[in-house]
């Protein structure tokens, strides 16, 4: 089960920064005789999109942390686990300082 909610965190993701990039730096995207809007789109700037980035990051970094803590009688040494909580600790932390600076700057420009 795990297995599947990464990969449909993945999923999502890409499809995320897909259709944002295109928004951003190609061409606004028209949904015309459709009652679905994509009202989202147009609120993403580069600044939030890195913040989204890290966040689905993190949550994708978080169930492989769960999959090798649930796994852990197979690990074979005990720094491999060290060392995958510290890597995900690093996702943490630089997520948390996109997040600060994304508020610095929104703040700078209102």
């Given at each position: 089960?795990?297995?599947?909610?990464?990969?449909?965190?993945v999923t999502?993701?890409?499809?995320?920064?897909?259709?944002?990039?295109?928004?951003?730096?190609?061409?606004?995207?028209?949904?015309?005789?459709?009652?679905?809007?994509?009202?989202?789109?147009?609120?993403?700037?580069?600044?939030?999109?890195?913040?989204?980035?890290?966040?689905?990051?993190?949550?994708?970094?978080?169930?492989?942390?769960?999959?090798?803590?649930?796994?852990?009688?197979?690990?074979?040494?005990?720094?491999?686990?060290?060392?995958?909580?510290?890597?995900?600790?690093?996702?943490?932390?630089?997520?948390?300082?996109?997040?600060?600076?994304?508020?610095?700057?929104?703040?700078?420009g209102d």
């Amino acid at each position: 089960m795990l297995v599947f909610i990464d990969k449909a965190l993945v999923t999502s993701l890409i499809v995320m920064v897909m259709l944002s990039g295109y928004e951003n730096f190609i061409s606004r995207i028209d949904v015309d005789g459709s009652n679905h809007t994509l009202s989202w789109l147009g609120k993403l700037d580069p600044g939030s999109i890195k913040v989204k980035v890290a966040s689905s990051i993190v949550a994708i970094s978080s169930i492989h942390l769960l999959q090798v803590f649930l796994n852990i009688s197979q690990a074979k040494e005990q720094w491999h686990v060290v060392w995958q909580t510290l890597i995900h600790m690093a996702f943490v932390l630089s997520a948390v300082l996109l997040g600060y600076l994304s508020l610095l700057t929104h703040h700078d420009g209102d």
